[in-house]
């Protein structure tokens, strides 16, 4: 048997069992009519950074299932005048939280967390550390148009070394026979990031890394970032940005993934994240699906 999830803190405490159940339930959430899996549960968004896409589809899929939803945010609550973070979660949790949907700049946040606080944590982005939600949406649109993940090659470019994008991702994937390619300047992939999982190797040459790529997941990059680093915004442009010509050295079927916030011509040109090869809109789409199941499953209820 299966050890039940009780928290979704990072990809490398999930089995293969769990990731594939998570997928599986996610495949077969309908967002026409949903379970209502989890009525009369609440679940609490406590983000204490920026975020569009996790917080609104972690939200819509709590209420798709039928719970109800609260956000937390510091310029509204008590973290503005100085309260901890355990002390924030014991809160949450006693007001009646059956789960808490956490992100947090610090790395190990969720992690703290879910050791003081006696509800589900799911960590929706630990600063740099893990973004496990974010990975298993990614391994759902892949597998939408791949048939099997096993042999494929995930070109990840971008500014790896800040990503919890990129580490989830390559945790989940490589550990079902995917060969992931992290791609960018050195002080972005350091030689470093390749020792991250069996099955990751770091190339600083997109023109080379991108040949026979059946997927490539371009990463937000931070123009400030590069200031005082060796490479100036034009230049990374120049070395890095995935534009229609580059997307001809990937296999002709490759599709193209961006976590979001996509910032258009730097990373990609317009063209490219418009274009037919594009899962962007697909992505973000999936990403309610796979969070429905996310919390289904945090909650006992799958
Ligand atoms: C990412 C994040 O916040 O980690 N976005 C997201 O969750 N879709 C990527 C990023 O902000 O660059």
């Not at 379970?35 to 406590?46: D, E, F, G, S, T």
């Not at 503005?80 to 979660?89: A, F, N, V």
Request: net charge positive; proline share 5%.
């Amino acid at each position: 048997m299966k050890p039940q999830l009780r928290s979704l803190l990072g990809i490398s405490q999930l089995t293969t069992g769990q990731i594939e159940a998570i997928l599986a339930l996610a495949r077969r959430m309908d967002l026409k009519r949903p379970p209502q899996l989890l009525r009369n549960r609440h679940v609490a968004l406590l983000f204490y950074e920026a975020s569009t896409r996790t917080r609104i589809s972690f939200e819509f899929a709590a209420k798709a299932l039928g719970a109800t939803t609260t956000q937390v945010t510091p310029t509204s609550s008590s973290i503005e005048k100085g309260e901890s973070l355990i002390d924030t979660g014991w809160t949450v949790a006693n007001v009646g939280a059956d789960a808490i949907v956490m992100r947090h700049p610090n790395s190990g946040a969720a992690y703290l967390l879910a050791r003081y606080v006696h509800v589900p944590i799911v960590n929706a982005g630990d600063g740099m550390h893990q973004h496990p939600s974010q990975a298993l949406l990614d391994a759902l649109t892949i597998t939408n148009h791949k048939k099997k993940l096993q042999g494929l090659r995930v070109v990840i470019v971008g500014d790896v070394y800040h990503s919890r994008v990129a580490r989830s991702n390559a945790e989940l994937l490589t550990r079902f026979g995917v060969d992931v390619v992290f791609c960018g300047p050195p002080d972005f992939v350091p030689e470093i990031a390749a020792t991250l999982a069996p099955g990751v190797t770091a190339c600083h040459d997109l023109n080379i890394a991108l040949q026979g790529a059946d997927v490539v997941m371009a990463l937000r990059v931070q123009k400030e970032r590069l200031v005082n680093k060796q490479l100036s915004v034009e230049e990374y442009i120049a070395e890095y940005q995935v534009t229609p010509l580059r997307m001809r050295l990937a296999k002709p079927d490759a599709i193209l993934m961006h976590p979001g916030p996509v910032i258009r011509g730097m990373e990609v040109t317009s063209e490219v994240a418009d274009g037919p090869q594009s899962c962007i809109h697909e992505q973000v789409r999936n990403g309610v699906k796979t969070r429905m199941a996310i919390l289904a499953t945090v909650l006992g209820a799958a």
